[in-house]
């Protein structure tokens, strides 16, 4: 069970990749008994065993922790990000197709009070325009609920 052949076998059952860095075996549970039945034959090893096999074993088992420390979590993260982000656009092409009627919103009339505007310019009465500090804010006439409008 310690030749070469099965511990080839164990280590890239518990550490292969694919090329967006997810492991291969994405179930935690079997690349773990993979590492404990590592660590069941190792031991036992017959005194036979080069030392150059060891220490290529050893050499694997420090870079899956490694990769688990550090690269892994990232792939994963971008690999959840990638799924949501297809969802997503699925989402939107669903809506998308039954949202065709709802774009002929009328367009409101809406008047901004230049007393009120904070690092804002209001110009022509309508038109509300951030200053250079990016953060800024004004009061409408009316309530900003519904229709279209284009914010600059």
Known sequence: MASPKWTEVLLNIASQK??????????????????????????????????????QVVERLFSLLSDCMWESPIAQAKHAIQIKEKEQ???????????????????????????????????????????SGGKGYGLASTGVTSGCYQWK
């Open 89 to 131: 656009e699925i989402k939107l092409q669903k809506q998308g197709e039954s949202e065709d009627e709802d774009e002929n919103l009328p367009i409101q009339e809406v008047s901004f009070d230049p007393e009120k505007a904070q690092c804002c310019i209001v110009e022509n009465g309508q038109i509300l325009t951030h200053g």
């Open 18 to 55: 694919c090329c967006s860095g997810v492991p291969l075996v994405g179930n935690l549970r079997t690349r773990l008994l993979a590492l404990h039945v590592l660590e069941a034959v190792l031991p036992a090893c017959e005194s036979g065993v080069e030392d150059d096999q060891m220490a």
